[in-house]
């Protein structure tokens, strides 16, 4: 499985853009990737997947170069509510099975 | 409805108790697992179920037994209970065992604590 390598914590105000960059040079050719949120007190909820360019729904945006080798996960406009642990999670369907989860990001927001 | 449940939220027992946590899922998935999240916060993989049948043991010691009644149900029984055991269990479903890693649902944790 690819390595994965995030900052260990950011800090932002209500209202900014936050973008939270993780490595993986060893990504595989089938591999995706993948974003996790764990809210404190909860279990890790699914953010967006993408496997290259760009990938967009109503929480975030993923942005993933053409090497693959990093991609950028893109919160606008956060809020205090954004406050948690970011999982960055490179794998194939054939590891999907068993994720593996790395250190996260842990993004404060604050006021 | 919650999709993942597990009871009980919070568990703290002495050292060499026994104790079962529980999950069960309304997803109608056929895979289950149960991660182990330690004080710094790192999210390992204990055991995965699909439909009742046990796919992934990772080397976890044999005082933990997972237990699956039927494909929504997976229990955890944790016996002779040590100190370092305290950490949060997550149970976990996917829709199949080759699910794509955004399949996953997560339940809310189980706070273990051993004193």
């Known amino acids: 499985l690819a390595k994965t390598t995030q900052p260990i914590s950011m800090d932002s105000y209500e209202g900014q853009e936050v973008n939270i960059t993780c490595s993986h040079n060893?990504?595989?050719?089938?591999?995706?990737i993948t974003w996790y949120q764990q809210f404190p007190s909860q279990g890790p909820r699914f953010i967006i997947q993408?496997?290259?360019t760009k990938v967009t729904n109503e929480v975030a945006s993923l942005f993933i170069p053409a090497d693959r080798k990093s991609s950028t996960l893109s919160l606008p406009r956060v809020s205090l509510s954004d406050t948690a642990v970011y999982y960055c999670?490179?794998?194939?369907?054939?590891?999907?099975?068993?994720?593996?989860f790395g250190a996260g990001t842990i993004l404060r927001v604050k006021s | 409805d919650t999709a993942v449940s597990q009871t009980p939220k919070y568990l703290v027992t002495q050292m060499g108790n026994d104790k079962s946590i529980k999950c069960e899922q309304n997803?109608?998935?056929?895979?289950m697992y149960w991660y182990k999240q330690d004080s710094k916060k790192f999210l390992k993989i204990m055991f995965s179920?699909?439909?009742?049948?046990?796919?992934i043991n990772e080397t976890v010691p044999n005082r933990f037994s997972p237990k699956s009644p039927d494909k929504a149900h997976l229990n955890l029984h944790i016996n002779s209970l040590e100190l370092g055991d305290s950490a949060v269990y997550f149970c976990?479903?996917?829709?199949?065992?080759?699910?794509?890693?955004?399949?996953?649902?997560f339940g809310s944790g189980t706070r273990l604590t051993v004193v």
């Open positions: 976990a479903s996917s829709p199949r065992l080759t699910a794509s890693s955004y399949g996953y649902t």
């Open positions: 060893n990504i595989a050719t089938n591999d995706y």
């Open positions: 993408g496997y290259k």
């Open positions: 999670l490179v794998g194939g369907v054939e590891y999907g099975n068993k994720l593996v």
């Open positions: 997803l109608g998935h056929d895979t």
């Open positions: 179920y699909n439909n009742k049948e046990l796919i």
